[in-house]
């Protein structure tokens, strides 16, 4: 694990906010306790930087579901930017309901940046994510969601 200090001496940051939809979502209930499962899950969605340039990402991960309190979940993250470049990053977060029931879900969650490739090869850093998520419409796998990023960072050459 990296310390915080080693990567505030001399770290970057760079801002970014993801808007995202469910591509893949399996259900496996667990027996015996009442609307909870453990959820395979795959997002897609377009990150937008602070400068307003473009790029994807990728969430690949679980979520372990109890209806109507939320949970933990974990997975990874791509981020693929207009050049090129990448980020991979491992997170783990919880999501809980809206308690005033305007949107489905509230999430936090922080990580590791693990690998980097093109203008992030040699990244190591952190990142911490807060998001939401509109409640589903008809014809939805799942919900959409809108989450920002602060990654924090340090390229070793």
């Keep these: 694990m990296i310390s915080e200090s080693a990567i505030q001496a001399g770290a970057e940051t760079l801002r970014l ?3 995202s939809v469910v591509t ?28 307003g340039d473009l790029g994807s990402w990728k969430f ?19 981020y693929i930017f207009g050049d090129g470049s990448t980020i991979v990053a491992s997170m783990a977060g919880t999501f809980w309901p809206d308690p005033e029931g305007k949107l489905a879900t509230f999430q936090k969650g922080s990580g590791e940046l693990i690998n980097g ?9 952190t990142l911490s994510m807060t ?3 509109l409640k589903t419409i008809k014809g939805e796998i799942a919900s959409k969601a ?4 602060i990654l924090t960072y340090t390229l070793s050459p």
């Design 17 to 19: 906010q993801v808007y």
């Design 24 to 51: 893949k979502i399996e259900q496996f209930p667990v027996e015996n306790i009442a609307e909870t499962g453990l959820y395979p899950i795959v997002r897609d969605g377009l990150l937008v930087l602070e400068n």
């Design 60 to 78: 690949i991960g679980t979520a372990n579901l109890t209806i109507g309190k939320g949970g933990p979940f974990s997975g990874y993250l791509v």
């Design 117 to 125: 490739a093109g203008r992030f090869k040699g990244i190591k850093g």
């Design 131 to 133: 998001g939401k998520s």
């Design 146 to 149: 809108y989450n920002e990023y």
